[in-house]
Structure formats: structure tokens, C-alpha cells
T-cell receptor, first 113, second 113 residues
Framework: DVKVTQSSRYLVKRTGEKVFLECVQD?????MFWYRQDPGLGLRLIYF???????EKGDIPEGYSVSREKKERFSLILESASTNQTSMYLC????????????FGPGTRLLVL | QKEVEQNSGPLSVPEGAIASLNCTYS??????FFWYRQYSGKSPELIMF????GDKEDGRFTAQLNKASQYVSLLIRDSQPSDSATYLC?????????????FGKGTRLHILP
């Protein structure tokens, strides 16, 4: 069974704090993704990575950075958290191949006060 | 801008009836298509994928693809209250890349007991 795990299910942080969200997958997938999901806005891609140390900006990268030092781990960093970054954050991984499925982690619900 | 469009709903269907969910996509060269189910507060989980024109059946679920008309649909037969969820359509629009798929915003389905 494919497993994508995220470091926290719920997180409360203060404005201005640096926040690390970590994601680990156990399927040797090349591709990993970070999304945020807000009511009415659907899934929005923040960053994705198609290989170790490689990253590409998604649709809403402002205020975020990422790190992929090992194939199985993809970290999302909020350099200085703001209240408008309160959201559900979802990590996903996907293997190569046009019909490969994208698997999601359980999500982290982040509240920035 | 590659887009995937879904009616946001809610779509209300009586228990035991057929629920029909539709999705259109903008990129004619799209290769593969996915349906995810997402329960409230949970992460999306894959129900089906399809990449050839026609129907694909899996239990109570049937995915239908019409590339000429650029739409994909999901039929749920004998709808159950447990089918109440948001259904996300996802499309791989890239001819030569397999790393990123585009998600619709989802259709909320409510099965009436």
C-alpha cells in the first residue's frame, strides 16, 4: 500500500513564525507536490518537485519555499507565517507514467493566529 | 491556461438512484483522467482513472470519456449515503510530461436517505 505521511494533522502558529511542514512517501515516487485547499477555491498547487533538489513553482508560490534533499521527503516552509496562510495543506506523490495515480497524505490543518 | 471545470453543486440524489457527475477540460491533448472522492476534513482518494474513449466500470462506479467533446463523467449506481462527498475531476494535460495533473474544484454530492 502506498503511504504518504505528513508530520502534523493540526498546527497552530503565530504570525511571523517560521513553519515547517514535512511529507514523506514510501513508494519511491519521483514527483511530489504541495497544495493548499480552501473552501470554494479547490486545490491550489504551491510547489512541486520532480526529482531530488529539483523544484518548480506552482500556481501560488508566494510566501512559501520548499526543500527536497532526499527522494522520499518533501518539505514546505512558510518563512514568516501570516493569517492568510491559514489553510489545509495537502502533500501528494506520484510516480512516472501518464496513468500513474497521485496519492495524497492526510493533510495538515494550519491555523495562523 | 489549462482548465478543468466542474459544477460545484450541491447535487442531491435520492438513495438508490444514479448520480451523474460531469467534468470538462480545456486542453484537447489531455492524456489521462482521474476521479477522486474527498470526504469532509479528509484528503482526496482515487476512485478511478480512464484514458481511452468510452466507458470503464468498477463496481458501482462507471467513468465515461469523450475526448472529441472534451468531457469526462462519473456515474454512481445505487447511490448510498456513504457516497456523500466532494468529487474531484483531475486531468493530465501534458503530452510529453507526466508529472503534474490539473484538478477541478469539485462537485459536492449529497445522497438523500
Amino acid at each position: 500500500d502506498v503511504k504518504v505521511t505528513q508530520s502534523s494533522r493540526y498546527l497552530v502558529k503565530r504570525t511571523g513564525e517560521k513553519v515547517f511542514l514535512e511529507c514523506v512517501q514510501d513508494m519511491d515516487h519521483e514527483n511530489m507536490f504541495w497544495y493548499r485547499q480552501d473552501p470554494g477555491l479547490g486545490l491550489r498547487l504551491i510547489y512541486f518537485s520532480y526529482d531530488v533538489k529539483m523544484k518548480e513553482k506552482g500556481d501560488i508560490p508566494e510566501g512559501y519555499s520548499v526543500s527536497r534533499e532526499k527522494k522520499e521527503r518533501f518539505s514546505l516552509i512558510l518563512e514568516s507565517a501570516s493569517t492568510n496562510q491559514t489553510s489545509m495543506y495537502l502533500c501528494a506523490s506520484r510516480g512516472g507514467g501518464l496513468t500513474e495515480t497521485q496519492y495524497f497524505g492526510p493533510g495538515t490543518r494550519l491555523l495562523v493566529l | 491556461q489549462k482548465e478543468v471545470e466542474q459544477n460545484s453543486g450541491p447535487l442531491s440524489v435520492p438513495e438508490g438512484a444514479i448520480a451523474s457527475l460531469n467534468c470538462t477540460y480545456s486542453d484537447r491533448g489531455s492524456q489521462s483522467f482521474f476521479w477522486y472522492r474527498q470526504y469532509s476534513g479528509k484528503s482526496p482518494e482515487l476512485i478511478m482513472f480512464i484514458y481511452s474513449n468510452g466507458d470503464k466500470e468498477d463496481g458501482r462506479f462507471t467513468a465515461q470519456l469523450n475526448k472529441a467533446s472534451q468531457y469526462v463523467s462519473l456515474l454512481i449506481r445505487d447511490s448510498q449515503p456513504s457516497d456523500s462527498a466532494t468529487y474531484l475531476c483531475a486531468v493530465n494535460p501534458y503530452m510529453n510530461r507526466d508529472d503534474k495533473i490539473i484538478f477541478g474544484k469539485g462537485t459536492r454530492l449529497h445522497i438523500l436517505p
